[in-house]
């Protein structure tokens, strides 16, 4: 029996990727003299990923809970489509949303049995009952909580109680749903799992708000990066733009031997010079002081380029032609995540002012 009931259909074919379903207009939450949300402006639209990153009291999870209805606005306001009809102040709906599904970080639980837990989610959110059994039982088999459907909450581990949030956030088939470090108590292959389930709901079309501090599985799954930090967006764009913008694009070369280190000097150079057209003309020196840089113990070329995806193409084809006679390329990637740690962390230096982004990506 498949996990998701609804066809699955090309993203293009079933949606309007130009509608916009959450809209935050200068939306600020302050807690007496703390301003733990500072004017944040941000569109997320149907059928995207979008991941919001930033250290520990950015003000993530205080977006979250605003988007949520659990904490009220000091001022400012969410915009919400859910119907595909006119966006709407979330304050003045009244009704419940059940096209939204919510993982707050941290959820805590009844000490009900796993299945009670689920079905109360399930007649809260008024799904319908025919489909309620098997959709429950599909949830536990697919996060390997099959066993546990009659044990109580309070005997499951941190991990399995985050899983369990998981479940009743997508229980009733939402069209918006919303995650709270998802990834938080889950071991690395219940990670794997979980990426493996959003790219699921996003070949649905469902439209996903991620906020999170893990950076590799943010750079995993999300089509864009929303940069957080003081409680202000500082940067939202694809990683690849925020990257380029901060002239932090990299590729990284593995190589079947290793270079000798007589060798390496000369080859550096006239690597340079063959690549000159394609490389980062104006690199940050606290990134690197040289364009190419040779990494012996991973037997690899760091090389720090323009960004542009010609300039990508035009540099492997140097590399296996002309420099055949001198190494032979086994691995050639654009390391998202590692771009993504870079951004991240001139995002929240101390002297990051003049490092911000506006939310074109432009600094």
Not at 304 to 317: A, H, Q, T, V
Request: include cysteine; proline fraction near 5%; charge should be neutral.
């Amino acid at each position: 029996m498949p996990i998701i009931e609804e066809k699955v259909i090309p993203k293009k074919a079933i949606i309007d990727t130009s509608e916009v379903v959450i809209k935050l207009e200068n939306l600020t939450k302050k807690f007496g003299n703390l301003t733990a949300v500072d004017n944040v402006n941000l569109e997320v639209h149907r059928g995207e990923t979008i991941g919001l990153v930033g250290p520990n009291g950015a003000g993530k999870t205080t977006t979250i809970k605003m988007i949520a209805k659990i904490l009220r606005p000091t001022s400012g306001r969410i915009l919400i489509n859910t119907n595909h009809h006119e966006l709407e102040d979330l304050q003045k709906v009244s009704r419940t949303i059940s096209n939204m599904g919510f993982l707050i970080d941290i959820p805590t639980f009844y000490d009900m049995t796993a299945y009670q837990l689920l079905r109360y989610f399930a007649n809260l959110q008024n799904y319908p009952k025919e489909k309620m059994e098997n959709r429950i039982d599909d949830l536990l088999a697919l996060f390997k909580l099959k066993d546990w459907k009659w044990k109580k909450v309070k005997t499951f581990s941190k991990g399995m109680t985050q899983k369990l949030g998981i479940i009743q956030s997508i229980l009733h088939e939402p069209d918006i749903i919303i995650l709270d470090e998802p990834q938080t108590g889950l071991d690395p292959a219940a990670r794997i799992e979980i990426r493996s389930y959003i790219r699921e709901l996003q070949s649905l079309g469902k439209t996903i708000f991620v906020a999170s501090h893990m950076l590799y599985e943010i750079s995993e799954v999300c089509d864009k990066i929303a940069l957080i930090n003081y409680g202000s967006i500082v940067g939202f764009d694809t990683v690849e733009n925020l990257a380029r913008a901060l002239k932090t694009n990299e590729l990284n070369c593995v190589l079947l031997n290793p270079i000798a280190s007589n060798e390496l000097e000369p080859l550096l150079t006239h690597l340079t010079e063959k690549l000159n057209p394609y490389l980062e003309q104006n690199l940050d020196p606290s990134t690197s002081k040289i364009p190419i840089k040779y990494n012996p113990e991973h037997q690899g070329l760091k090389i720090f380029y323009d960004g542009r995806n010609e300039s990508k193409g035009e540099i492997l084809k140097i590399l296996i032609k002309e420099f055949e006679s001198d190494f032979t390329v086994i691995s050639y990637i654009q390391p998202r995540s590692s771009q993504l740690e870079r951004v991240y962390l001139e995002m929240i230096a101390d002297d990051a002012p003049k490092n911000k982004i506006n939310q074109n990506g432009v600094l």
